[in-house]
């Protein structure tokens, strides 16, 4: 074998690298999802970290949170910091504890119009392990690339939830996900993502136990349980 054709190789060999009829690898570089079928579907085997992850879904409550669960309560146990921000719901503060998740290292950015700009901050800081965000203004290509370039290279996984009317709109979230319900199931749709395209949709049977289902995006969070979870809001 020559050295070009032998360098070539090493080149891709590498698991940042990727072709257009495999899927990356990365796996130090991915968050395991918990469903296993899922994993497998997703490059690197997991969520990943450093980039941009969109979320499309047409209605809050079909499933979203829980599918989300596993890996945030994973960066959670590992001491990470999450920031929520404008999410569509307060969350049930004893549910969250009960799912795994550290409430003293949870901060809710109450961020109107500004959602876009504050998850972009909250990602340079480089202090959050998960940043989730529910833009309840229409995000332009400049922000969405903002975004991207803010999760870029490091280590935190960057989760933006967008309506599914985008789905056709072009985004440089390296992944892009479509979420709906489906008897009582959740049906996966991998819209985009480094490699070849997803041939099928998953069916993933989420569990979700009726009390823990219902409190998890609960309407409102009592103050006992606020004083108790110490969950972190920033105005």
Same mark, same amino acid.
């Given at each position: 074998?020559?050295?070009? +054709?032998?360098?070539?190789?090493?080149?891709?060999?590498?698991?940042? /690298?990727?072709?257009?009829? @495999?899927?990356?690898?990365?796996? $130090?570089?991915?968050?395991?999802?918990?469903?296993?079928?899922?994993?497998?579907?997703?490059?690197?085997?997991?969520?990943?970290?450093? *980039?941009? @992850?969109?979320? %499309?879904?047409?209605?809050? #409550?079909?499933?979203?949170?829980?599918?989300?669960?596993?890996?945030? +309560?994973?960066?959670?146990?590992?001491?990470?910091?999450?920031?929520? =921000?404008?999410? !569509?719901?307060?969350?049930?503060?004893?549910?969250?504890?009960?799912?795994?998740?550290?409430? $003293?290292?949870?901060?809710?950015?109450?961020?109107?119009?500004?959602?876009?700009?504050?998850?972009?901050?909250?990602? =340079?800081?480089? #202090?959050?392990?998960?940043?989730?965000? &529910?833009?309840?203004?229409? /995000?332009?290509?400049?922000?969405?690339?903002?975004?991207?370039?803010? +999760?870029?290279?490091?280590?935190?996984?960057?989760? %933006? &939830?967008?309506?599914?009317?985008?789905? *056709?709109?072009?985004?440089?979230?390296?992944?892009?996900?479509?979420?709906? +319900?489906? *008897?009582?199931?959740?049906?996966?749709? /991998?819209?985009?993502?480094?490699?070849?395209?997803?041939?099928? !949709?998953? *069916? %993933?049977?989420?569990?979700?136990?009726?009390?823990?289902?219902?409190?998890? =995006?609960?309407?409102?969070?009592?103050?006992?349980?606020?004083?108790?979870?110490? /969950?972190?809001?920033?105005?």
């Amino acid at each position: 074998m020559s050295a070009a +054709a032998l360098a070539l190789a090493e080149v891709l060999a590498r698991g940042d /690298i990727w072709r257009g009829d @495999t899927l990356a690898g990365l796996p $130090e570089a991915a968050i395991p999802s918990g469903h296993p079928e899922l994993d497998a579907e997703l490059p690197g085997g997991g969520w990943p970290r450093g *980039n941009l @992850t969109e979320i %499309l879904v047409d209605r809050n #409550g079909v499933g979203e949170m829980h599918l989300l669960l596993p890996a945030l +309560a994973a960066l959670s146990a590992a001491g990470g910091w999450l920031a929520l =921000v404008a999410p !569509p719901w307060v969350p049930y503060a004893p549910a969250w504890a009960a799912a795994g998740l550290a409430l $003293e290292r949870v901060v809710i950015v109450r961020a109107g119009k500004d959602a876009a700009w504050c998850c972009e901050q909250l990602l =340079v800081s480089g #202090g959050f392990s998960g940043v989730l965000a &529910w833009p309840a203004a229409a /995000i332009d290509a400049r922000a969405l690339r903002r975004l991207q370039l803010a +999760a870029e290279g490091r280590s935190g996984f960057a989760c %933006l &939830w967008r309506p599914l009317s985008v789905a *056709n709109a072009p985004s440089p979230a390296p992944l892009r996900v479509q979420l709906a +319900a489906d *008897n009582g199931d959740l049906l996966v749709r /991998i819209l985009k993502r480094r490699g070849r395209p997803a041939a099928r !949709p998953l *069916n %993933l049977n989420i569990s979700r136990p009726g009390r823990l289902a219902r409190a998890l =995006v609960g309407p409102s969070l009592s103050l006992a349980a606020a004083r108790s979870a110490a /969950i972190k809001a920033v105005a």
